[in-house]
């Protein structure tokens, strides 16, 4: 069973995360005729032991890619992980680092120090003719346009990622 | 003690879960399925969505719902009381839904008998946005008492959506939500995607969401092509 919030059980590495139960519901032989009541209209704030949940799971995929390239290295230490993220992303380090050391007990990478660099975006240009990729920070512009042609239909690439840059084992 | 050596990676954690789901979109695809992400913070108003989406459409597409709940099965009920079939995803703690899941809910489903799968992803707007479920659509629903702030706030949802629905226009009066600011902010982050103002309590604005939907669900715009 996976964790739900900071102080409950601890996965093992190597432990299937994605437990799944997928149960089949069949609809009831004479349906009532029904409209969308007030249910979905409820209090819509998040819990705030929610936040800490997103942080865990990019962890823990985080510490999966760490561990398999050690193994491979036949490291017997893993010092430092070099991340790079989009700076779009909300999830906080200091959350992914306390959950990197818990995590990673008993592990090659247990006490490894987590580096975090953030990056801009990348956009593609739609405007056909051009098509030019480039990375803007949504932080220092108001509106994002193409460099090379100035045109404003321009797609996010990839909105958030996290990759796994560099490892420094012994 | 051995030395230490900086190994280089360049692996993307997410890197797994997009070739499952692009995977599972093509078997969608092939099966002549259309499968539609909806995510929202909870109570934003996913599951009335649905409800109103199978109303609406219920008798030109055969519908079948996914419903992903940390742990109940409140919103799977809903959907058969209306005589539709439900596959409940218990994540069991996991904040979003991935690919597996998905394609484990999937294999309870029979796929040549349905046109359309409405997939209600678990409530919250920070990771469901970076998983891939294979879905072709990716609805981002945001409910007006929730406040204008939200694309400021998780960037990630309004960058990933396809499509932005503004539920609970009912609630204009009192909730202070600036429309245009959201269009605006919504508009940096993603040029591409519509911004559709509706109620699913009075009805108000789900003819446009519908016909958008049916674009994108029929052929040969739809998954069939």
């Known amino acids: ?170 | 003690m051995s030395q230490t050596r900086v190994v280089r990676i360049r692996e993307s954690i997410l890197a797994e879960n997009k070739v499952q789901a692009a995977a599972l979109r093509e078997r969608l695809t092939a099966s002549s399925v259309a499968m539609v992400n909806i995510m929202a913070s909870p109570g934003g108003g996913k599951t009335s969505l649905i409800l109103r989406t199978i109303q609406e459409l219920r008798s030109e597409f055969r519908i079948a719902v996914v419903e992903a709940d940390i742990d109940s099965t409140v919103d799977a009920d809903k959907v058969t009381a209306v005589g539709i079939e439900a596959v409940q995803i218990e994540t069991g703690g996991f904040c979003h839904v991935d690919a597996t899941m998905v394609q484990a809910a999937l294999a309870e489903l029979r796929l040549g008998d349905l046109d359309l799968i409405l997939l209600e992803n678990v409530g919250n707007l920070i990771c469901t946005a970076q998983h891939d479920t294979g879905a072709h659509v990716n609805v981002a629903l945001l409910s007006l008492p929730e406040g204008d702030d939200k694309p400021l706030k998780y960037p990630i949802m309004f960058a990933a959506a396809d499509i932005v629905i503004i539920n609970k226009t009912d609630y204009a009066e009192i909730a202070e939500f600036d429309i245009d600011a959201v269009r605006h902010r919504i508009a940096q982050l993603n040029p591409r995607s519509e911004v559709l103002p509706v109620s699913c309590r009075t009805g108000d604005g789900i003819a446009a969401w519908i016909e958008w939907l049916r674009m994108r669900v029929t052929p040969p715009h739809g998954p069939r092509c």
Not at chain 1, 59 to 66: A, E, G, K, M, P
């Open chain 1, 1 to 170: 069973m996976p964790l739900v919030c900071g102080t409950k059980t601890v996965p093992q590495i190597g432990e299937e995360w994605n437990v799944v139960r997928a149960t089949i519901r069949r609809p009831s032989p004479s349906p009532p005729v029904d409209v969308p009541g007030t249910d979905g209209y409820a209090n819509g704030r998040e819990a705030r032991t929610e936040g800490m949940v997103h942080e865990l799971s990019i962890t823990n995929d985080i510490l999966r890619v760490v561990v398999k390239h050690a193994r491979r290295e036949k490291a017997d230490r893993v010092h430092r992980v070099a991340l790079v993220v989009s700076e779009l992303s909300d999830l906080q380090p200091i959350w992914i680092q306390r959950y990197f050391d818990r995590i990673s007990e008993g592990t090659v990478a247990h006490g490894a120090r987590l580096e975090i660099e953030h990056q801009a975006p990348e956009f593609l240009c739609n405007r056909s003719g051009c098509g030019v990729r480039f990375s803007v920070s949504l932080r220092t512009v108001d509106r994002v346009v193409c460099p090379q042609c100035g045109g404003g239909d321009c797609t996010m690439q990839e909105a958030a990622d996290y990759v796994v840059e560099e490892i420094e084992v012994s």
